[in-house]
């Protein structure tokens, strides 16, 4: 098309924007699965984005639609286009003087991303990175480079810098963090021509600054909190001052995206459980009640989606998930498994990171928070108890290989895990990477080539625990069970050693009263787990400590 182009493009890939079958899972998965192999995986839909009759984007994820509502504010709608890589042709043109990308995971180098690609060989890299490539190096940005700017930002923008890609990938400016108080002037010395800082580090804006959406989200992502003061040493997000979105303003947003076509609303926050919270993370719930029943009453919203939570408040409140009825009976997920009605569940990413309580205590105490770091195996047995009685199964990240860990501290991650062996979840574990702008930023990221046993035996149990949960069919299991022995002495034995071999064969059901002599778990079914599930766990008196985190 011999377009002028727009003077502001704004642009996401199709992995990072996707919302295949409702399925955040599932986009998760391009995280993680090796490019080369797409077509196997059977996920073409990756690389397709759906787009209005005029070629801009449907939906794009959440943190570029603000960008696109601060400039709107500022610049005449008719100069901003939103758009996939397959359509930067139609909108990059002799007028375009800035182009802006998102960049949610685009190297896939941060937690459970490159872990599982590289068992597909070390020179193999995620569908999200082939994907943002496709988008970063598009033949039209080259072209037209000499009368534009490449603006980079978003929570992996840090991953550009950290591969020293910046110069290489022509991008003038990477922005990393919140950006809501530095896009406007940022844009606007763009389109003066004027050079750009290489890097702009964002900062967290006032509430006021946070703008309301113009246009749909990917899931219909709508934000409800920002932030969060647990204070976890590894994460970014723990940076972020902690705020709620007013109630107006987060309906505002869900009625934009219900009007061009959305009917998942997914309520974007660290930690569900700080939404309008109380003195020392007390979870509000008339306020969560409200919430959920009002996002429900948008015309066109189905359905109800959730991002982050946290265990602890579940079991401070044990009441709480009863009064938050509605939010499983409007979820679009169901499992045979669930005692719904419509066998609905629903969903919350929770981290549980560790089984130990040394490592809890040293890295992230406020996770915990009203309770103890000695009470955190007794808080996620109880917690999981909680929600799985009232379907809530979780999907639950366990960091492997944290600054420190040692045997013990394994051994203590498995006799939890093993105490969780019929819960209703899905586990992930990942290993331990120093993000940018963390505490632990200059620690050694954990490597799958240096696992010990007891490591390998965590990383297979997880994957045993959820082949048998998600995977409903037989032939499916047995494909894993042939395929597996061939996997390791095919491939596996060569890259990672045989440190990986009886843990991986548990995964694959081979016999456990083979196993269980080589294996620190003992799954034979005559052992039952060391760690039980409390009756209650007592909240501490904490008028004599100190009792939130350092943030
Ligand atoms: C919703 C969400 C998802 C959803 C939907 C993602 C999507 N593509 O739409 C799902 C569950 C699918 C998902 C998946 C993953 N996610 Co995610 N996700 C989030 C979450 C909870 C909210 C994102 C959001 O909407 N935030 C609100 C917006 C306003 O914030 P924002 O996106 O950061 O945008 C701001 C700035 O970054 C900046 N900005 C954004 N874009 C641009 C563009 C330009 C040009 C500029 C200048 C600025 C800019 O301005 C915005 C306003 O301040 C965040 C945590 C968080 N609270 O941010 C994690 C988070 C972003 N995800 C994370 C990760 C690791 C992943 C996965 C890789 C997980 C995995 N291992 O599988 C996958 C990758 C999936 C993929 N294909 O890309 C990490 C990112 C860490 C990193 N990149 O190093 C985060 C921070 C969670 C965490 N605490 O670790 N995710
Ligand atoms: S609870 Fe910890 S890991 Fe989760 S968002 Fe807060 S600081 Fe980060």
């Known amino acids: 098309m011999a377009s002028r182009g727009k003077k502001i493009v704004l642009a996401a890939s199709t992995s990072e924007s996707c919302e295949h079958m409702h399925s955040t899972?599932?986009?998760?998965?391009?995280?993680?699965?090796?490019?080369?192999?797409?077509?196997?995986?059977?996920?073409?839909?990756?690389?397709?984005?759906?787009?209005?009759?005029?070629?801009?984007?449907?939906?794009?994820?959440?943190?570029?639609?603000?960008?696109?509502?601060?400039?709107?504010?500022?610049f005449p709608h008719a100069d901003i286009a939103v758009c996939y890589a397959d359509q930067l042709d139609q909108f990059v043109g002799e007028d375009t003087q800035v182009v802006g990308i998102h960049a949610h995971n685009p190297l896939g180098i941060t937690f459970a991303t490159d872990v599982y690609a590289y068992f597909y060989g070390a020179d193999v890299e995620p569908i999200n990175a082939e994907e943002f490539r496709r988008l970063i190096l598009h033949p039209v940005l080259r072209q037209h480079k000499h009368h534009l700017k490449i603006i980079v930002g978003g929570p992996g923008s840090w991953q550009i810098d950290k591969k020293g890609l910046q110069d290489q990938w022509m991008i003038d400016c990477i922005v990393d963090g919140e950006a809501e108080e530095t896009v406007v002037p940022l844009f606007q010395a763009a389109l003066r021509g004027e050079p750009l800082p290489r890097k702009v580090e964002g900062h967290s804006p006032r509430l006021e600054s946070i703008p309301r959406l113009k246009h749909r989200s990917t899931f219909g992502a709508v934000e409800i909190t920002r932030?969060?003061?647990?204070?976890?040493?590894?994460?970014?997000?723990?940076?972020?001052?902690?705020?709620?979105?007013?109630?107006?303003?987060?309906?505002?947003?869900?009625?934009?995206?219900?009007?061009?076509?959305?009917?998942?609303?997914?309520?974007?926050?660290?930690?569900?459980?700080?939404?309008?919270?109380?003195?020392?993370?007390?979870?509000?719930?008339?306020?969560?009640?409200?919430?959920?029943?009002?996002?429900?009453?948008?015309?066109?919203?189905?359905?109800?989606?959730?991002?982050?939570?946290?265990?602890?408040?579940?079991?401070?409140?044990?009441?709480?998930?009863?009064?938050?009825?509605?939010?499983?009976?409007?979820?679009?997920?169901?499992?045979?498994?669930?005692?719904?009605?419509?066998?609905?569940?629903?969903?919350?990413?929770?981290?549980?990171?560790?089984?130990?309580?040394?490592?809890?205590?040293?890295?992230?105490?406020?996770?915990?928070?009203?309770?103890?770091?000695?009470?955190?195996?007794?808080?996620?047995?109880?917690?999981?108890?909680?929600?799985?009685?009232?379907?809530?199964?979780?999907?639950?990240?366990?960091?492997?290989?944290?600054?420190?860990?040692?045997?013990?501290?394994?051994?203590?991650?498995?006799?939890?895990?093993?105490?969780?062996?019929?819960?209703k979840w899905c586990v992930v574990p990942t290993l331990f990477v120093p993000l940018e702008d963390t505490r632990l930023a200059k620690r050694e990221s954990a490597k799958l080539y240096q696992l010990t046993d007891l490591q390998w035996e965590f990383f297979f149990t997880c994957w045993r625990y959820n082949l048998d949960f998600f995977h409903r069919s037989k032939k499916a299991h047995l494909v894993y069970n042939l395929g597996i022995p061939f996997y390791y002495y095919l491939?596996?034995?060569?890259?990672?050693?045989?440190?990986?071999?009886?843990?991986?064969?548990?995964?694959?059901?081979?016999?456990?009263?083979?196993?269980?002599?080589?294996?620190?778990?003992?799954?034979?079914?005559?052992?039952?787990?060391?760690?039980?599930?409390?009756?209650r766990v007592p909240v501490p008196d904490h008028s004599f400590r100190p009792a939130l985190p350092a943030t």
Not at 363 to 385: A, I, S
Not at 507 to 534: A, C, N, Q
Request: aromatic share 10%; proline share 8%.
């Open 491 to 535: 491939l596996g034995r060569r890259l990672f050693g045989k440190a990986m071999k009886y843990p991986l064969l548990r995964m694959g059901h081979f016999p456990e009263w083979i196993l269980k002599h080589k294996l620190y778990l003992d799954f034979s079914g005559k052992r039952t787990p060391r760690l039980p599930v409390p009756e």
């Open 227 to 423: 932030g969060c003061g647990r204070g976890c040493q590894f994460c970014s997000v723990a940076l972020r001052a902690g705020k709620s979105l007013p109630l107006e303003q987060i309906l505002a947003n869900v009625r934009v995206q219900a009007a061009e076509g959305a009917d998942f609303a997914l309520l974007v926050t660290e930690d569900l459980f700080l939404y309008e919270h109380g003195p020392r993370f007390a979870p509000n719930v008339p306020a969560l009640k409200k919430l959920f029943e009002s996002v429900a009453a948008v015309e066109g919203i189905n359905y109800i989606g959730l991002t982050h939570g946290t265990m602890a408040p579940i079991v401070a409140e044990p009441n709480m998930l009863s009064e938050l009825q509605l939010a499983v009976d409007k979820s679009v997920h169901t499992h045979p498994a669930s005692t719904h009605p419509e066998k609905r569940y629903q969903n919350l990413f929770i981290g549980i990171e560790t089984g130990s309580p040394r490592l809890f205590r040293g890295l992230m105490k406020g996770k915990g928070y009203p309770f103890l770091p000695e009470q955190w195996p007794d808080v996620v047995l109880k917690g999981m108890e909680i929600l799985n009685r009232h379907n809530w199964f979780p999907f639950c990240t366990w960091i492997i290989g944290l600054p420190g860990e040692t045997p013990d501290d394994t051994r203590q991650s498995l006799d939890l895990l093993h105490s969780l062996k019929d819960a």
């Open 25 to 74: 899972w599932k986009q998760m998965l391009l995280a993680t699965l090796p490019a080369r192999y797409a077509s196997v995986f059977n996920v073409t839909w990756a690389s397709e984005g759906e787009t209005w009759p005029d070629g801009q984007a449907k939906y794009v994820p959440q943190g570029l639609r603000v960008v696109e509502a601060l400039l709107a504010e500022k």
